[in-house]
T-cell receptor
Framework: KQEVTQIPAALSVPEGENLVLNCSFT??????LQWFRQDPGKGLTSLLL?????REQTSGRLNASLDKSSGRSTLYIAASQPGDSATYLC???????????FGGGTRVLVKP | DTGVSQNPRHKITKRGQNVTFRCDPI?????LYWYRQTLGQGPEFLTY????????KSRLLSDRFSAERPKGSFSTLEIQRTEQGDSAMYLC???????????????FGQGTRLTVV
């Protein structure tokens, strides 16, 4: 059974600092991995999708890496801003049409 | 492309009542998923459809829960005889298979917040 873990559960940084969010999964045979952002009481916004054949994806200040062999992904957010405050969730899919298995999320607070 | 739409956004119901939620996926997406999220946790899978066929149901989906996607477009999730433990955010997502030109990226709606009193 695939299990996804995100540590730490919460993180507080001063504005301008780079954020490093970790995601680990137990079964390396994944189809893809997706990072999401969730604001309080809202749905999920897709940030980055990494296919199993890829090592990283970038979008603006966001960069996500994938190391299947070690069962890890890292989301980097450069030069954090107060507007980056949210919960960040990673999720893995083990087959093309299959469900996503989520981690518990990392709650991020960026202080002005 | 108007995104995934869920209605209602909030629902308060008395224990024992039935509730129904609706999800309208992104129009060309053939896969539709339902998840449940409780406070402080990641979403948990409930069920999913490929077109109109329901392909998988989680053990979380008790007999009181039923989901449909009658024409392969919108979907409904019904909870019968609600219990306080059903209080959660119910999230819907959709995606498009690679065979249809997509990349399987999942897009989520804003969710329906259910409170059972």
């Amino acid at each position: 059974k695939q299990e996804v873990t995100q540590i730490p559960a919460a993180l507080s940084v001063p504005e301008g600092e780079n954020l490093v969010l970790n995601c680990s999964f137990t079964d390396s045979a994944i189809y893809n991995l997706q990072w999401f952002r969730q604001d309080p009481g809202k749905g999920l916004t897709s940030l980055l999708l990494i296919q199993s054949s890829q090592r990283e994806q970038t979008s603006g200040r966001l960069n996500a890496s994938l190391d299947k062999s070690s069962g890890r992904s890292t989301l980097y957010i450069a030069a954090s801003q107060p507007g980056d405050s949210a919960t960040y969730l990673c999720a893995v899919k083990i087959a093309a049409g299959n469900k996503l298995t989520f981690g518990g999320g990392t709650r991020v607070l960026v202080k002005p | 492309d108007t995104g995934v739409s869920q209605n209602p956004r909030h629902k308060i119901t008395k224990r024992g009542q039935n509730v129904t939620f609706r999800c309208d996926p992104i129009s060309e997406h053939n896969r539709l998923y339902w998840y449940r999220q409780t406070l402080g946790q990641g979403p948990e899978f409930l069920t999913y459809f490929q077109n109109e066929a329901q392909l998988e149901k989680s053990r979380l989906l008790s007999d009181r829960f039923s989901a449909e996607r009658p024409k392969g477009s919108f979907s409904t999730l019904e909870i019968q005889r609600t219990e306080q433990g059903d209080s959660a955010m119910y999230l819907c997502a959709s995606s498009l298979d690679r065979a249809r030109g997509g990349n399987t990226e999942a897009f989520f709606g804003q969710g329906t917040r259910l409170t059972v009193v």
